[in-house]
């Protein structure tokens, strides 16, 4: 697969994930036996985008991220690494584990069960902010690549 094509689908299924999430969180808040089937499906492919931002991106790390990383480490904004990346490194791990339960907690009873209806508002609560940091620290690593490579040049 082409490497700028890879560059694109992380952030753009990890987007596609967040918006799922919101979806399962705006649906949950208003359910009714119409729309549990809806809230299942659509978990399911917000696991399926988590997982699949994690591979492409996994991959990219271990292919090509080494050489971004030496012009971030070498350019003016070594801390896009040292920190923004390290913390992706971590915190992603819980995503992989909140998206995979989010289809276990959409459950059937959360039309009628108050606390599984909470437990489901709380796990998709809860990947919405961590995957919209995870999206600016891109967005910071991204740039310090950019920034490192211009002072490069200049």
């Known amino acids: 697969m082409d490497s700028n094509i890879m560059l694109l689908m992380h952030p753009m299924t990890g987007v596609l994930a967040i918006l799922c ?3 399962v969180f705006v649906d949950t808040l208003n359910v009714s036996e119409a729309s549990v089937t809806r809230i299942k499906n ?3 492919l917000c696991s399926i985008l988590i997982w ?3 591979i492409v991106g996994g991959y990219w790390y271990v292919v090509y ?3 971004d990383k030496e012009i971030i480490k070498s350019g003016p904004w070594p801390f896009a690494h040292n920190i923004f990346m390290e913390i992706k ?3 992603f791990l819980m995503l992989l584990l909140l998206g995979t339960y989010l289809p276990i907690a959409a459950n059937k009873n959360i039309a009628v069960s108050k606390p599984a209806r909470k437990i489901l508002l709380w796990v998709s609560g809860f990947i919405i902010p ?5 999206e600016g ?3 910071i690593i991204s740039s310090a690549v950019k920034i490192g490579l211009l002072f490069k040049l200049s």
Do not use: D, N, Q
């Open 21 to 23: 999430a919101l979806w």
């Open 42 to 44: 659509v978990s399911i």
């Open 52 to 54: 699949l931002t994690y």
């Open 65 to 67: 991220y080494g050489i």
């Open 89 to 91: 490194e971590h915190v």
């Open 130 to 134: 961590i995957s919209l940091f995870m």
């Open 137 to 139: 620290s891109g967005a």
